[in-house]
């Protein structure tokens, strides 16, 4: 069965995130009101064939923790469908 | 002693890193490339270097894709024999990608890819003058981290101001602590963002940089023994 990934992979809270912050001005500059903070991270899908749900978010989490994300800067969530 | 230096799809620092270790600094230079693996032709008193750069387009992050490349497992076992290893600004970054440094390089606080002079200071207290060009410099390690690098003495260059002050104002990215520069617990894996083979010739206006290879390769050989 192929399962479809989805992975955020998003800067540490505590980190200061510069890109979320060029565009937090940017927003700010386009008028809008009411945004308070941006954060910008990737999000990736993967096709994964397995024999289980539990099997692909595995193979997901491996791939998250070995390569996908650093995580000395980043956080990541799987959704598995 | 001989420098290995070796060529990801991407590096761009690479003929200059040769250039400075053959030319300027008369060393013997082997041009690694990153598909073969083969390090037999050098002993753990030779050094191989990582170039700056953008290996691998800095796809996924700075480094990430590099540290996979065939040669570099073999200088991760390089490495762990006690051979020299230096990384300078990508390489900085493929070293920290690889865990053969702790802490990661991220995005510049300003937001900006800086290109210019700035100055360090390090651990014999001198002040270089060494170009930076890096939009990835900001040096981050939780505190724990940076505790243990400031005790181990791994902490081997700090930005600092012309007059060798380690103000907020001198530090170009944001790097924690200002730290321009480590090394490894074991002493023999270096990595800095500076890029002292920039420095290194009269023609080029600055010759700073021949005193950071001494540093790393001279005067530390001297201290280990």
């Given at each position: 069965m192929i399962y479809a990934v989805h992975i955020n992979v998003m800067p540490l809270k505590e980190l200061l995130d510069p890109q979320g912050k060029a565009v937090m001005s940017g927003l700010s500059n386009l008028g809008l009101k009411g945004v308070e903070d941006v954060r910008i991270g990737k999000h990736i899908t993967l096709q994964v064939e397995a024999a289980s749900k539990e099997e692909a978010r595995k193979i997901?989490?491996?791939?998250?923790?070995?390569?996908?994300?650093?995580?000395?800067?980043?956080?990541?969530?799987i959704t598995v469908n | 002693m001989k420098f290995g230096v070796v060529v990801f799809p991407g590096s761009n620092c690479d003929a200059d890193m040769i250039n400075a270790l053959s030319k300027d600094l008369g060393y013997e230079?082997?041009?690694?490339?990153?598909?073969?693996?083969?390090?037999?032709?050098?002993?753990?008193?030779?050094?191989?270097?990582?170039?700056?750069?953008?290996?691998?387009?800095?796809?996924?992050?700075?480094?990430?894709?590099?540290?996979?490349s065939p040669m570099m497992q073999s200088v991760i076992s390089f490495a762990g024999k006690g051979g020299k290893v230096l990384g300078v600004c990508n390489g900085?970054?493929?070293?920290?990608e690889a865990g053969l440094l702790p802490g990661v390089l991220l995005r510049n606080e300003n937001m900006k890819f800086i290109c210019r002079n700035?100055?360090?200071?390090?651990?014999?207290?001198?002040?270089?003058?060494?170009?930076?060009?890096?939009?990835?410099?900001?040096?981050?390690?939780?505190?724990?981290?940076?505790?243990?690098?400031?005790?181990n003495g791994q902490v081997i260059y700090r930005y600092c101001d012309e007059n060798g002050n380690i103000t907020p104002e001198a530090n170009p990215n944001?790097?924690?602590?200002?730290?321009?520069?480590?090394?490894?617990?074991?002493?023999?894996?270096?990595?800095m963002m500076p890029h002292p083979e920039r420095a290194c010739n009269e023609r080029l206006g600055n010759t700073d940089g021949k005193k950071i290879f001494h540093d790393l390769f001279v005067a530390r050989k001297t201290e280990l023994v």
């Open positions: 997901a989490e491996e791939a998250s923790q070995k390569l996908l994300a650093n995580q000395v800067m980043e956080y990541f969530e | 230079v082997i041009e690694l490339w990153h598909k073969d693996k083969d390090l037999g032709m050098f002993s753990t008193e030779d050094c191989i270097v990582l170039p700056g750069g953008f290996s691998y387009g800095d796809y996924l992050r700075c480094g990430a894709i590099a540290r996979f900085f970054q493929i070293l920290c700035i100055f360090l200071k390090g651990d014999d207290g001198i002040v270089s003058k060494i170009p930076v060009a890096h939009g990835e410099g900001r040096f981050y390690a939780d505190n724990a981290t940076l505790d243990e690098l400031e005790n944001g790097s924690l602590r200002n730290i321009a520069g480590i090394s490894n617990a074991a002493g023999n894996v270096f990595g």
